[in-house]
């Protein structure tokens, strides 16, 4: 079979022209980004959910830049497709221009990916414009932005009053403007985000805002059921892996109590004349 090309940013661009739907997920290790491109979905972000799904806090501000460029490495040793995307991650682009182009370029260069994702509206479209001038692709992310939730007080749907809708759109418009290649949509009201679809020429891929953007995105862990400490109303759940593998692990448990694994089969056996003659070596000492 005829192995397929990388997928390339302008790839998105002919998708949403197409009306093609661009299914995007979440990966933070090398395995999983090795299953997530052999089922052919084609972008792939390493966000800073990282910060709960895989190292357990309750939230995404404790992440660091290194951890990203850590997991974008490890990602990026296993996808051989997909478009990878390495989010940004707190505080990590807000303090000046140059310490978003330093970070930005640090999680291309270092970490391997091929672009990049950041938080914001209006207030960030002149780094992002920056960032997307020394050629670094860029995605935003609005409406519930998750490094923010400080602010929000708890995750909440955003643009439902007339005041954050219309603030919204001027959001979405400045990144455009600004260059940003495609925009998450999260947890934005459905005719909302149906709008911003349909105004926006790049592509609008949502999570939480219905099925008219013109991509999805899920946290692997969600989608598959590894993750349950909190399971937002978005989450489509197509496994209950966790159950499975907790299943698997005391199976696993019980074998090595009952000495029903590991077998002969497992190891290596070896000639007892061989043994023999070293222990004999042993014991004339
Ligand atoms: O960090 C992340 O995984 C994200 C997605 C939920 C969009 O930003």
Known sequence: MAKLRPVAID??????????????????????????????????????????????????????????????????????????????????????????????????????????????????????ARIVDTGIPVMAHIGFTPQSIHRFGRRRVAGKCAESAEALVRDALALERAGAFAIVLECVPIPLADELTHRLGIPTIGIGSGPGCDGEVQVFHDLLGLYSDFVPRHTKRALDLADRMRTALSTYADEVRRRVFPEDRHGTSMDPEILALALEQIDAR
């Open 11 to 128: 790839d998105l661009q002919v998708w949403k022209q197409r009306g093609e739907r661009i299914p995007v997920i979440t990966a933070y290790d090398y395995t999983s980004a090795q299953i997530i491109d052999a089922a052919g979905i084609p972008v792939v972000l390493v966000g800073d959910t990282l910060g709960m799904v895989v190292l357990g806090h309750d939230s995404t501000i404790p992440v660091t830049l290194d951890a990203m460029i850590h997991h974008v490495r490890a990602v990026m040793r296993g996808r051989s497709r997909a478009f990878v995307v390495g989010d940004l991650p707190f505080m990590s682009y807000r303090i000046s221009r140059a310490q978003a182009l330093t970070n930005a370029a640090r999680l291309l260069q270092e970490g391997g990916c091929h672009a990049v994702k950041l938080e914001g509206g209006r207030e960030v479209a002149p780094t992002l």
